[in-house]
């Protein structure tokens, strides 16, 4: 500019000074934001998800706030499950709340005196996970704010209700802190189910422990496992081995119908919703819902099991596959690992015989496809191997 400058007249010279320093003020005082258009910006938002954040952005300026609710993708981090009842404290209260939940809960069938022995031990307080999904937790008054420590200076609210501005959303995703489920250290179990207005589908995948495989090691010869013919051992049946599986099937199936009981006051109110995960931050458990299972769950009522707060469980065909050892990618060995299939009875379109089909061979790739990997690969192998039948009443 100088080198310009120099060969112009001095009034020329005032002339380009003049639009040099006019220039470089309305750097200053134009916001590139504005520059873009709606569409661009709720693009932004919508890769941005998190609900904390779009939030933060609702308080930057009127337009980032008449946005944010547009946004079709949000994902919902809940930080921790609080209760609202007072008397309710850390943990002595969490067992106390475990064992009431599951005496009221008055399962049918033939496993409802066994599951009400074994969940106060395995199964984490569904009622305070209600809280946080469903009823929204009490405010704490600014009376109260002004006197009391920094560390209660917190309010808490439930999906619900940080949900409730949103009114495009069509890809929700909700974490949990944690599965509900509490299993001894070492223990795999994992979970995906299906809902619409109740259970379509759920695939569990367990293992008594997770072992490394060293270099030029015999598993099944360190372990000292016997020979594995296809079938399960007799021993499977005398150790607990079989009374285990079964816990963790009923809880898991407890587990993802209290999650889908608690969802009803979100998808009532979005019917915009056309893909809903809840997950938890334990890669625990998995729960989904597509666009016809959510209107599904919008046309017909879902029926509650009895007094406890979750969905009712229908009758079920359940198909089991097991192997003492499994090596699966990246160096892991499933001791005990087990996989279990499981769909409501009345969706069978085959004829069944003692509890299995006849015909034409399954279609099990939704079974294998419900887990990521490694885990996948596991359930393909899985399910290659000899298949046991059962099933199990509503409850």
Known sequence: MSSVAADLPESHLWCVHGLSSLSSSSEYEIDNFDRLPDSILIVIFNRIGDVKVLGRCCVVCRRFQALVPL???????????????????SSSSSSSAISGSISADKTRGVFSHFARFVFGGIVRPFYALGQILSVPSKRVSSANLASSSSSSEVSHHSPTEVLKNFKEIRRLRIELPAGELGVDEGVLLKWKADFGSTLDSCVILGAASVLSKSANANPAHDLCVGEDNGSIPESFYMNGGLKLRVVWTISSLIAASARHFLLQPIISDHETLEFLDLIDADGQGVLTMDRW???????????????SQRTLVPALSMRLWYAPLLEIPGGLVLKGATLVAIRPSEESQKKVVGGCSVGEPLDLSWVSNALEEPYRTAAKMLVKRRTYCLEMNSF
Request: proline letters at 6%.
């Open 71 to 89: 946004v079709d993708n949000v994902v919902v981090r809940v930080d921790c499950v609080i209760s609202d009842d007072p008397s309710l404290s």
């Open 293 to 307: 299972q959510l209107q599904d769950l919008r046309v017909s009522p879902v029926s509650a099991s009895g007094s």
